[in-house]
């Protein structure tokens, strides 16, 4: 039979393209069949993903989220549920409801579909002392099924990568806080994956390796879906492409850099007061930074409106953003409450 | 009185950190259901074929000299962690950076120890008193009868357990495995040494004051009694219970007290000892159990730095080539020479050396000899090789690294099970060329079963508990017990099983089967759950 209609439609996220087809039957309602082509991108969504620890501790509440290639930064503050969310992503811990979905599979259900292609660097990770760099690698290699000769050219490179190829030969056990933290970046990226969890990953690098980090997670995240979570705005602000700010279990925000930045445009003021004067400021409005300088106290405050005559308005950072989500969702949850 | 709070903060922040985990409650249900077994006559003492009456003085003596055996040895193992913990957690190098001195710290960790050890002992004293209402062969209830063997036999070796499981954590060479093992033969000694020297001064458990009373009366009431006396478990023998004799309680003198208490003061110095030797968690003193080489410390660290700098330089043009995989790779062959690479590494040449003694020796010993207590001297120096399957990814924090990984509950596990089975068939070799050569097929299929439910029991206590220790209980007790003292049904060489080796081979087949099962469903929940 012939179709009647045919579209062809570009999808506006990924870059892929829907068809569909039409078929005209004379006793019934035309029949629409939908061809759907992602272009053969990776895709992660999650969906009302919530989890109660035991003892009612929830950390999780409805968190919904799709990402596509590119790296979102994820924010927020202590307790905030990102290390439960990142964990969840990881396969290792269960949610109690709602789903996560790679490439369509359910990765509560199927598991391995993801742990394939999957990177994965927790917060706290723990090496075998008696091993080195290279037998430990080798090892997680092995776990990780990927052949002999590949693991020894792509440990070499890794090594070399996170400038431990010189001590490669010692055992962990000796190793400085910052350099098991290089191994454990060096083993979420063992298979190339196309999936990368990073958790915390420069707590403990010195600045350099720090900017060596983020400048191989830009060039990494081409062509995968990277998710960085981390307490260090500067880290997020130099690598992500997206950025979801958690609180309290739930996603506050979530989209481009320039769209949080756009929130609080107009929003960030300078305000220079004597010392003495600042608690008074501070418990008035929302202050992101000080700096003491000879004319007094130089202020960052966010505030609708200029808190005095003599305010400068500033160009907002994502620090600023960052703090007033955060602030919003206080005052929201204080309101309710009082309601 | 700074010092005094801290050493009481110290004890009382371990005592709450340990009763609230899972492996005290265990252990408590455990002597709990102990006492009751020995109160209802599961588990009693008799003097050759008699007892007396359940009364005070009856239950009282016999719950607490139990409770002590128990945990004497099992207790030991239980508070065995409180420094470990603290090095592990990083707790110790907070508390190294403030005042505390050490002979505080240590005397801090005593004492959780000993609360630990004696809320066992509290529970089974009200037990105790509660089971003679529920045994009914006494009404009369004698208070001091019955608790003051938890008092002076008891506590007392409470006590010194508590200062001894603290000097063995604050010992490199102790810390371990080794000190688990150590244990028991140490636990044997202080049983045997008052029996064989007949010096009550020399009795930490205060077992000699207790047969001398009891072997007093026995001869008093029971007809032809010939001196014997013994701990046993009820499998049916025929017990005379005399009626007619009513233990009131041990008729304590000052000058036996004092031994009893001598014990505390024992246990208080052996404290302070472990003080003198505390490394105050100075991990530039000692790194895992092991001091480093200082010349090839300072070539490491030289190295690294120099390594470190050239590579800094060089590392800012190092790109990633893209891996290329085949659609499906296993790599099991790989994995398998992985796991067996990690279980045997860290153990020193003279490890090997007397690996290979051992089985040289199965070769060239008689059959009998080779079967028995050379297999199973060979599979007991295995020990540290098992006992970290299944216990190692929560021992070293790589749980999260492995759990993520694809496919790891049938590989990974698996493999691990492997690599510990090719060490036993590795160490047991000579033996099974003799049986094969003498064809011995029960025989045979008893050193199978050995080889298979060694490594799946370690595989099983390892994942289940994600420590080493209790593996290392478990094999030293069924060496000794089973295989050196040829016990049919606990000797894993099958050479003391006679005629039913075939039954209990089949048996141990089985078990090391349900083990390599119960370990895959406990680790497929930890996948979960991590």
Redesign the interface.
Known sequence: MVASKIWRRRNGENGGETFGAEWPYLWTAPVVVWIRDDGGMMRLVVEGLSKTYRGGVQALRGVNVALKPGVLGLLGPNGAGKSTLM?IL?????PTAGRAVWNDTDI?KN??AL??V?G?L?Q????????NAM?FL???A???????A??R??IA??L??V?????AK?PL??YSGGMKQRV?IA?A?L??PKLLIVDEPTAGLDP?ERV?FRNLLS??SGERIVILSTHIVSDVEAVATEIAILGHGQMLAHGAPEDLLTRVNGKIWEVVVASGDLPALRAKYLISSTAHRSDGVHARVVADAAPNGAARALEPSLEDAYLAVLAEQRNGAAAGAAA | MSATRSVAAIARADFLERTRRYSFFLALLFAMFLGYATATGKVFIQFDEYRGLCTSGWIGTLVALTITCFVSLVGFYVVKNCVERDRATRVGQILAATPLSRTGYAFGKFLSNFAVLSTMVGVLAIAAVAMQFIVGEDSRLDLWAMLSPFLLIALPTVALTAAVALFFEMVPLLRGGLGNVAWFFVWNFTLAAPIWSKRGWLDPMGLIAVMNTLGAEAKKYAPGYRGGMSFTIDTGQHITVLREWRFAGIPWTWEYAGLRLMWMGVACAIALAAALVFDRFDTARVADGKKEKPRKARAAARDAEVGEARAAAAGATVHLTPLVLPARVHAFGRLLAAELRLAVFGLRWWWYAVAVGLLIAQIAAPLEVSRGPLVASAWMWCVFVWSGMGARESRWGTRALLFSCANILPRQLLACWMAGVAVSVLVGTGAAMRLLIAADTAGLLAWIAGALVLPSTALLLGVLSGTSKPFEGALTLAWYVGAINRTPGLDFTGAANGAHRTTYAIAGLVIAAGCVAGACVVRKRQLGSA
């Open positions: 964990r990881a396969t290792i811990t269960q509560a598991p391995d742990r394939d999957l994965y927790p706290d990770f723990g090496v075998y002392p008696n091993l037998e080798d090892y997680l092995a776990v990780k099924g990927i052949p002999a590949a693991a050219r792509r490179e890794l070399a990568l400038n431990l190829a010189d001590a010692r056990g000796g454990g083993q990226l298979n190339d350099e060596r060039e990494l």
